[in-house]
């Protein structure tokens, strides 16, 4: 077998599922449902964060009790196993496109406005193919180097915007609608959920299962909570009735800061380390399927599955993120439907198929 | 095979020179302004910085114009009659045409011009009151090359004089997007010295841009403020009544007034805001609480007790308060911003948006209290 796992500590699995929590947590939403009833943006990440941690922790004490090191061991054991892993490799893929399709547009619409798609996607192509094909080892280790400034670049992103901040924007806070706040929560759970479902498939490069809990749980909730202080202040510098409607919310905090401010230039070196840390996040998804893709399915090779899922990811990207009515509705059903890939099968997952005990298959 | 991997690889990163553009072929646009045209829909002014000019500041300002159907036209057709390339990417300030504003067509008109061409919301807002071109060329100085004085002093003048309010075109949109408050932006003209009367009234001279008794080398001034109904302005008040609205909407920080005491004498008091104000809305009923620090000029020269003079000076801020009130609910122009604490009692968006809540606001009744604390005692009488 040549999966390219390598082997990794603590402080790189829980660097990447921090990274990737980030990113999925502030670039992968869809503003129109968001936004759309008010903000609670906070209280969805926070809320969706939660669920997502309990199916982790369900899935790592599954991997306790039966013996086993990453969820194609669990996957192994259950019944339908290449059905339960396709729709999982599809949550990986989708979970890359979303924060990369949103920097897409972003790129385009506003810092190279004469160029398009097809043509700043070639740019991605081959970084994604080339991180996915490296493997587990190099993705988390550049996760590890890129993690200190990109801490960096969200904290001086959000004192950056900190005279733009009003509290009256908070309102209204829709709790008269909690179940709808629980329903946003769960569309929400790709988002906070595929970081750790992707370290669970890389688990085997972890070291042990402890130190893969330890390092998910950190990273996950890290991660996490800074997405919702990062959404927390989004939602102090902009009204729902705008964020509803705004395409790079992220990016239009970073260039409300006025011309007499020092961190007035600071957009364009974010944005870029920002789509620095989505390649790379995309790429780890992306071998996550792979990995998970080979043990199912009896391939030997991870480097064939991570061409053909690049591949798929920049087409899907270019197809879905093309402005059109078509594709805005098959991504605003993406973004709100895509939880089940991951919340159905896995509880399928955990449930051990029965396995013919040999009197049984004797006596037949 | 290996070199040439890392060469093609290489190459990749090389991207940004292709169609590369020297510094010098941009001209930069330091100042944009839009306003009513005379045969086009709307004429775009715009101060563009460019390399020449004087031996000491090698660049020189100038004032170009289009007249155009919308914002992208007149920018195609500047940048096409331009000897540089147009870079919007030092623009800071946005000026727009009173007779337009008060029609509130700009809002649809600028909507489109944001984004593209590296102009953002962050610009600092005036209303202008005379022509644009007359407005800019007014700032125009050999003194202050890149226009960076008119700019600071919108800032600080909403800082330390309170006269004028500093707001940014993405605060206005938000106004404009039904947010619970209504735009106030800062007023500029040229100082001829014509009279703009501002809506409460009662000022013998009102401190409003264009209106002030100035000599300097700068024509175009900055004072006072245009309010809004929604996207359309329906009126000006004055650098007095404008410190007196920040006062309710939580931006003064310092201001000096001037208040004539019942025995004829005028004094001037430095205020400073030492609180955020409270304001508590119970459905058609409000209360405002200001607190303020005052500091009388002279106070030896006051003959009054300390207690008189404060409570004169609340009771009067706060008959100026109401009055200004008044004024803005008769424009329907909730530029204190009420709206801002009435959606506190929704919780939901759909509820909050099906409410008129300025339905509301034009017969609501506000009880001001001004909380004045001294911080000079004036000269008392009686201890003498």
Not at chain 1, 104 to 129: G, I
């Amino acid at each position: 077998m040549n999966l390219r796992i390598g082997t990794f500590g603590k402080q790189e699995s829980a660097a990447i599922v921090l990274l990737a929590s980030f990113i999925g947590g502030c670039f992968s939403f869809d503003s129109r449902a968001l936004f759309g009833n008010g903000n609670a943006s906070y209280l969805v990440q926070i809320l969706a964060l939660i669920q997502s941690l309990l199916l982790f922790e369900a899935v790592v004490w599954a991997l306790r009790v039966r013996g086993g090191n990453d969820l194609s061991a669990l996957i192994g054991d259950a019944r339908w196993k290449k059905a339960l892993a396709v729709p999982l490799i599809l949550a990986l893929l989708i979970a890359a496109i979303q924060p990369l399709g949103s920097f897409l547009v972003t790129v385009t619409e506003y810092v190279f406005v004469e160029s398009k798609q097809v043509t700043v996607c070639l740019y991605l192509l081959p970084s994604l193919f080339l991180l996915t094909v490296l493997g587990a080892e190099t993705i988390v280790r550049t996760a590890r180097v890129l993690l200190p400034i990109l801490l960096l670049s969200i904290v001086a992103a959000l004192l950056s915007g900190l005279g733009q901040y009003r509290w009256y924007r908070l309102y209204p806070i829709p709790f008269r609608d909690p179940y709808g706040i629980f329903m946003l929560a769960g569309s929400a759970q790709l988002r906070t959920c595929a970081p750790l479902l992707a370290l669970l498939c890389i688990g085997e490069g972890t070291q042990d299962r402890m130190a893969m809990r330890n390092a998910g749980r950190i990273g996950a909730i890290a991660g996490g909570l800074t997405a919702a202080a990062a959404l927390f202040a989004l939602s102090l510098t902009f009204p729902y009735t705008e964020l509803k409607m705004m395409p790079s919310p992220f990016y239009r905090m970073l260039v409300e800061v006025r011309a007499e401010n020092p961190t007035l230039r600071l957009d364009r070196a974010v944005l870029f380390l920002w789509l620095g840390a989505a390649v790379l996040i995309a790429a780890f998804y992306l071998y996550a399927a792979c990995v998970l893709f080979a043990k199912t399915f009896g391939v030997r090779d991870s480097r064939p599955p991570a061409l053909l899922l690049s591949g798929i990811a920049v087409t899907l990207m270019l197809v879905l993120y093309y402005d059109s009515e078509l594709t805005v509705a098959v991504l605003q059903g993406l973004y709100q439907n895509s939880w089940a890939l991951i919340s159905v099968p896995i509880p399928l997952i955990l449930i051990r198929r029965k396995r013919r005990t040999r009197t049984c298959a004797a006596s037949e | 095979m290996r070199r040439i991997g890392m060469i093609l690889f290489c190459l990749t990163l090389l991207c940004s020179c292709m169609q590369s553009k020297n510094i010098d072929e941009y001209a930069y646009v330091l100042n944009v302004g839009v306003e009513r045209g005379t045969t086009m829909p709307y004429l775009v002014t715009l101060v563009v910085s460019s390399p020449g000019g004087s031996e000491e500041t090698k660049v020189r300002n100038e004032v170009i114009s289009a007249e155009a159907m919308s914002f992208s036209e007149a920018y195609e057709t500047l940048n096409a009659a331009y000897p540089s390339r147009l870079s919007f990417a030092r623009a800071s300030l946005l000026a727009i045409g009173e007779d337009l504003a008060r029609s509130g067509e700009q809002t649809e008109f600028l909507n489109f011009a944001f984004g593209k061409p590296d102009l953002w919301p962050n610009l600092r807002v005036v209303i202008a009151k005379e022509p644009i071109r007359d407005v800019f060329e007014g700032w125009i100085s050999e003194a202050d090359p890149s226009l960076r004085r008119i700019k600071t002093a919108v800032g600080d003048l909403e800082k330390s004089s309170g006269i004028t309010p500093d707001t940014g075109y993405s605060m206005y949109l938000e106004a404009v997007s039904g947010a619970g408050f209504d735009a106030m932006l800062a007023y500029a003209g040229t100082n001829e010295y014509t009279l703009t009367e501002d809506l409460p009234g009662g000022e013998a001279y009102p401190i409003v841009g264009g209106s002030l008794l100035v000599e300097s080398l700068l024509n175009t001034s900055v004072a006072g403020s245009a309010v809004f109904d929604g996207d359309r302005m329906v009126g000006v008040l004055d650098g007095r009544h404008t410190m007196e609205t920040l006062m309710v909407t939580g931006a003064f920080r310092r201001g000096e007034l001037a208040f004539r005491l019942p025995d004829g004498y005028t004094i001037r008091v430095t205020l400073y805001r030492t609180h955020a104000p409270k304001i508590r809305i119970d459905g058609q009923q409000a209360s405002v609480t200001v607190y303020l620090e005052a500091d009388p000029y002279a106070p030896q020269t006051i003959a009054m007790e300390s207690e008189t003079l404060k409570a004169y000076l609340e009771a009067q801020l706060e008959t100026e308060l109401d009055a200004v009130l008044k004024a803005l609910q008769h424009v329907n122009s909730d530029a204190m911003g009420f709206g801002r604490y009435a959606v506190k009692r929704f919780y939901s968006a759909a509820d909050w948006e099906a409410y008129d809540w300025k339905a509301d606001y034009r017969t609501m009744r506000v009880v001001f209290e001004v909380n004045v604390m001294l911080s000079h005692s004036p000269h008392d009488p009686e201890t003498e």
